[in-house]
T-cell receptor, first 114, second 117 residues
Framework: DQQVKQNSPSLSVQEGRISILNCDYTNSMFDYFLWYKKYPAEGPTFLIS?????DKNEDGRFTVFLNKSAKHLSLHIVPSQPGDSAVYFC?????????????FGQGTTLQVKP | DGGITQSPKYLFRKEGQNVTLSCEQNLNHDAMYWYRQDPGQGLRLIYYSQIVNDFQKGDIAEGYSVSREKKESFPLTVTSAQKNPTAFYLC????????????????FGPGTRLTVL
């Protein structure tokens, strides 16, 4: 049973437009949410995160939105650039966990066309 | 430069052989993790360690073993009991029980691609 789902395996957008990547989770006890970016044959790199006490966090072109009632997380990239083409993973942490363990979604492959 | 190193980048082994993947970090992180990535399945946790000389099974620990004798090092052994070992293996670390700003975020190494022939 997948606790974290990224239902869109892939997304294609034009350079300069907005990219919206989505993530759904099942457990209301998750309290910290992260997005990672991954290029082929490399390790993921941390992008942006949000705590469950907030509903929005912004860092430059990247904004993460959290809708706790819908158990939904989204990442907005504006404007999208060709260098943003990569696989994006959402990850969540359980609030009662003191281990730092994260649960990852399956990933969404973003292609930004010039 | 602080970071996580994994070696080698590519590894080939014959079926039935054990193989050990290296992971070293100089970030002074307490916690370390091993994941495998398969196409369309995201990252799945194999083992993790919160502190030296202690480690816990993750979601897919069968056929794997680890050790944590030093804070900086968390090697993963893929044994012959692992039925489908060909995958991309990722090591990560985080601040762990010491807390701090790096507690929530995991930092990843570049990965090792293991192919069993």
């Amino acid at each position: 049973d997948q606790q974290v789902k990224q239902n869109s395996p892939s997304l294609s957008v034009q350079e300069g437009r907005i990219s919206i990547l989505n993530c759904d989770y099942t457990n209301s006890m998750f309290d910290y949410f992260l997005w990672y970016k991954k290029y082929p044959a490399e390790g993921p790199t941390f992008l942006i995160s949000i705590s469950s006490i907030k509903d929005k966090n912004e860092d430059g072109r990247f904004t993460v939105f959290l809708n706790k009632s819908a158990k939904h997380l989204s990442l907005h990239i504006v404007p999208s650039q060709p260098g943003d083409s990569a696989v994006y993973f959402c990850a969540v942490r359980h609030g009662s966990s003191n281990t730092g363990k994260l649960i990852f979604g399956q990933g969404t492959t973003l292609q930004v066309k010039p | 430069d602080g970071g996580i190193t994994q070696s080698p980048k590519y590894l080939f082994r014959k079926e039935g052989q054990n193989v050990t993947l290296s992971c070293e970090q100089n970030l002074n992180h307490d916690a370390m993790y091993w994941y495998r990535q398969d196409p369309g399945q995201g990252l799945r946790l194999i083992y993790y360690s919160q502190i030296v000389n202690d480690f816990q099974k993750g979601d897919i620990a069968e056929g794997y073993s680890v050790s944590r004798e030093k804070k900086e090092s968390f090697p993963l052994t893929v044994t012959s009991a692992q039925k489908n070992p060909t995958a991309f293996y990722l090591c990560a670390s985080s601040g762990g029980i010491s807390g701090g700003s790096s507690y929530n975020e995991q930092f990843f190494g570049p990965g090792t691609r293991l192919t069993v022939l």
